[in-house]
Antibody, heavy 118, light 112 residues
């Protein structure tokens, strides 16, 4: 059974930093391209960024609102995806999901809540 | 960026009736080598992550009931639920995965 489990969400002050993790199981994590998405309270879905498999070069890409502040990385030896977030803003508040990229995103984690507030 | 626009924003349908949700992209999302449209549909219920229903605009994900179907080409796409069941009450999103940044429609709230 494919599973993705996020962790690391917390309450943080504006300007602070946070690292989210996503552990995958039940599939070949190292072969997968992975995405981060987020959803602000009561709002729609937003793509945050992507990392390709190391076989495909491991390149990352991110959305304009987070570019230069958020960094996506992976540790295939631990089947883990990371989202390093810095210079956090109140508008970064929301549930953050990791998802496997596979012609759309076919498996999603349950999400982890990030709240940016003073 | 490719802008995705859904209509309507909300929809009330009786049990057993048909529900139709539309999605328009600001430019084509055809995957040239696959000759398919890079368009997905998701269902999201409160407190849950999105669930992939349809990919390549019309391919049903494994385990998705046959009452869900996707159609369309070019810049206009449709999700149809042929006979609404109570468990289909949710918010539905279209998404293009043709190019990053991946973008979603604003969502359509489907109610009884």
């Amino acid at each position: 059974e494919v599973q993705l489990v996020e962790s690391g969400g917390a309450l943080v002050k504006p300007g602070g930093s946070l690292r989210l993790s996503c552990v995958g199981s039940g599939f070949s994590f190292s072969d997968a391209w992975m995405n981060w998405f987020r959803q602000a309270p009561g709002r729609g879905l937003e793509w945050v960024g992507q990392i390709k498999s190391m076989t495909d070069g491991g390149a990352t890409d991110s959305a304009a609102p987070v570019k230069g502040r958020f960094t996506i990385s992976r540790d295939d030896s631990k089947d883990t995806l990371y989202l390093q977030m810095s210079s956090l803003k109140t508008e970064d508040t929301g549930v953050y999901y990791c998802a496997r990229d596979n012609w759309g995103s076919d498996y999603w984690g349950q999400g982890t809540l990030v709240t940016v507030s003073s | 960026d490719i802008l995705m626009t859904q209509s309507p924003d909300s929809l009330a349908v009786s049990l057993g009736e048909r529900a139709t949700i539309n999605c328009k992209s600001s430019q084509g999302v055809l995957h040239f080598s696959m000759h398919r449209n890079s368009l997905a549909w998701y269902q999201q219920k409160p407190g849950q992550p999105p669930r992939l229903l349809i990919y390549w605009a019309s391919t049903r994900e494994s385990g998705v009931p046959e009452r869900f179907s996707g159609s369309g080409s070019g810049t206009d796409f449709t999700l149809t639920i042929s006979s609404l069941q109570a468990e289909d009450v949710a918010v539905y999103y279209c998404q293009q995965y043709h190019s990053t940044p991946y973008t979603f429609g604003q969502g359509t709230r489907l109610e009884l």
